[in-house]
């Protein structure tokens, strides 16, 4: 998939909702960090550096794998990089790095990226949809063979991959659970189960990485330790404790249908109310909004809205998606604004009939 | 009208919305309180007084006057005396009234109605739709001049009627008038115009009289002075204080559409949302919620609903015409989920088409 159409498909490989578990489970991804070997880790090189010693080697390795394509930043707009960071295909440094020498790589259906000259020379990402953390590492994997043809990766035998950040030394991988949890925050459980996730070594952030937590409810599961663990104890590890928070999201959700069925349902109704009314939204309570209502859609209160369109409207309600869908700059109050009608027309049209 | 219809009609005189600036002007008021000569006032006489001294003296008054009928509270249950509280159209004190000689006279349309045995012998008052104070002071008149055939008032050349509070003492008179105030209170000038309206001898009350200021955004303006005026200079006092009123609150929400479009639109869009949607409101929250849907409709920011529609609702969200329209008792958390359903109902199913 080219970067144009990642950059105007409305919706990306992990917004499809056909994973398993979508309904509470947005996405799984894999992140492999990758350093080539007798170089210096980006930061320590110098501009020229970037792309005469390691560009040259990446644009190399590609050459004979016709399904990869590398795009430069530089030939992106800002508002396109905002547009791939808030499709959560690039981090938040690569979106605003200024250098010549960065660029993404792409495969044909878009299900793997990579960021090249990030803070390590290769990171490989897999994200799909719902819980399927297995097949996110296969499509990382696959990625990162084909590059290993030609490119000679910095490998200690003792250490595994050698990475710019010692957090990442070793396997070189992260993985992470998008959750939606409503049911967890709403009573207020969700501290509870986290701190016994970081007990197991795992960590819990937002829907935006640091500091972004209980936004919407969605919480990222991921694994803190890369060393000392092969992949696939990562994923085993993961993939349990994924399950496990799923189980106690199901069986909160069923309580409250049992034991609190009009709270629930008031609380529900009166957020798809005040979404599908309200003339100015700003994006926080588009979110917290939009959580009560993907819950009460899921757990069918609500009109039906496949879970699709749901995802697509978490990165629709973004500022640069909003400009780009406008055709235009518009400040924050105009965004609010947009917002709004951008939510009432998302949710009403999509609406399944019957 | 019979007090049956009064009690099971929906719409009484006053909630049908044809009369003068009905949008902004629910109702005019005016109540006469009357004593009969050479006997003591009503919390100075015995039980046994009220019927053979007082209450006889009243039968013999009406009997010549076939459009006239009185209903003893006795033959009235506990919920039919509390919805004529909450249609206004007998006091707190009088629907509490254990005493079996308390009374209520009713004429034909139910324009006029009298309170017998209520602090004074009789208070006799008319409630129209609108700004029709005159109308409503020639209402309540007739029935006054009718009874005044047979009936002998305690008044003094110098004092003028005699009543069992001195506050009443001369004409007897309390006229008033339910506004629905939602721009002045939302850009906060209510407080100043009322300190004005103060100033002028008038009081302003909410809803449900003292206390409830502020419930939904309506005011009751009223005449405080009732001696060393006459019924004329009291009307015309009011009138024009009235309408001054009128002109504020048109000019605010003339202010609030040109100069906060977005934020105005936003307000009225998200309690509509929020009162169609909710599935659990308490009474104090809907009247709030409807008060910005009412400003809404009468603007032409929301769908049109006849403010009949709206006066209506005011009252049927009251517990005890909830329970009338339910056929059964029902605590406050069912109430609040009833009520929740017969806004939604009243309000979607009056929509006017085009």
């Not at 795992?202 to 992949?231: H, K, W």
Request: net charge negative; hydrophobic share 40%; aromatic share 6%.
């Amino acid at each position: 998939m080219s970067i144009n159409e990642l950059v105007n498909n409305s919706v990306v490989s992990w917004m499809t909702a056909d994973g398993p578990e979508a309904d509470i489970i947005i996405s799984s991804r894999i992140r492999l960090a990758r350093s080539l070997a007798e170089l210096p880790f980006p930061h320590l090189l110098s501009e020229e550096e970037k792309g005469r010693l390691m560009l040259d080697k990446v644009e190399e390795a590609i050459k004979p794998l016709p399904h990869l394509k590398m795009v430069m930043l530089s030939e992106i707009s800002d508002l396109d990089r905002n547009i791939l960071l808030e499709k959560h295909l690039i981090s938040p440094e690569h979106a605003r790095n200024n250098s010549p020498f960065c660029g993404i790589i792409t495969n044909n259906d878009g299900s793997v990226i990579a960021m090249v000259n990030e803070e390590d020379h290769l990171r490989i990402q897999s994200i799909l949809s719902g819980l399927q953390l297995n097949q996110a590492y296969r499509y990382a994997d696959d990625l990162d063979d084909s590059l290993e043809q030609t490119l000679d990766y910095a490998f200690d035998d003792q250490r595994g991959y050698l990475t710019a950040c010692p957090t990442n030394l070793g396997t070189g991988m992260r993985g992470s659970v998008m959750l939606h949890l409503p049911g967890l925050t709403m009573t207020n459980r969700q501290t509870q189960v986290f701190n016994s996730i970081n007990q197991l070594g795992l960590t819990v952030r937002g829907l935006y990485g640091e500091g972004t937590e209980a936004l919407g409810n969605f919480y990222q599961v991921s694994n803190q330790i890369t060393l000392g663990q092969n992949e696939e104890d990562i994923l085993n590890n993961l993939w349990t404790v994924t399950e496990h928070v799923l189980e106690q999201e199901r069986a909160t959700r069923n309580y409250l249908w049992s034991e609190m069925k009009y709270t629930l349902e008031d609380r529900v109704w009166r957020s798809y109310g005040l979404v599908t009314n309200a003339r100015v939204v700003t994006s926080n309570e588009a979110l917290a909004l939009l959580s009560d209502v993907r819950m009460g859609i899921v757990m069918g209160i609500l009109p039906q809205v496949p879970n699709r369109v749901l995802n697509e409207l978490i990165v629709a309600i973004r500022p640069a998606h909003l400009q780009k869908m406008a055709g235009r700059e518009m400040d924050s109050d105009e965004r609010d604004i947009f917002r709004a009608r951008v939510i009432k027309d998302m949710l009403t049209k999509n609406i399944k009939e019957g």
